[in-house]
């Protein structure tokens, strides 16, 4: 039966592992808020989106690997 080996990753390494996965959902976030702003225009569910936005990063860069 084959056994699966995990490599342990050093610290660096989680943090920029990390600091990739902060840094591509916000642009994903970022992105899809800018489009509902350009396609159904500014209201009050942009507004909402830029809080969830904001709390999603604050919440990402609170999290240490």
Same mark, same amino acid.
């Given at each position: 039966? %084959?056994?699966? $080996?995990?490599?342990?990753? =050093?610290?660096?390494?989680?943090? %920029?592992?990390? =600091?990739?996965? $902060?840094?591509? #959902?916000?642009? #994903?976030?970022? %992105?899809?808020? &800018? +489009?509902?702003? #350009?396609?159904?225009?500014?209201?009050? /569910?942009? /507004?909402?989106?830029? %809080? #969830?936005?904001?709390? +999603? &990063?604050?919440?990402?860069?609170?999290?240490?690997?």
């Amino acid at each position: 039966m %084959a056994r699966t $080996v995990r490599h342990r990753r =050093n610290h660096s390494g989680a943090v %920029a592992h990390h =600091n990739r996965q $902060v840094a591509g #959902v916000t642009a #994903v976030l970022l %992105a899809a808020i &800018c +489009v509902y702003t #350009v396609v159904i225009g500014p209201d009050a /569910w942009l /507004w909402f989106g830029w %809080a #969830v936005l904001l709390l +999603v &990063c604050l919440a990402l860069f609170a999290i240490h690997p």
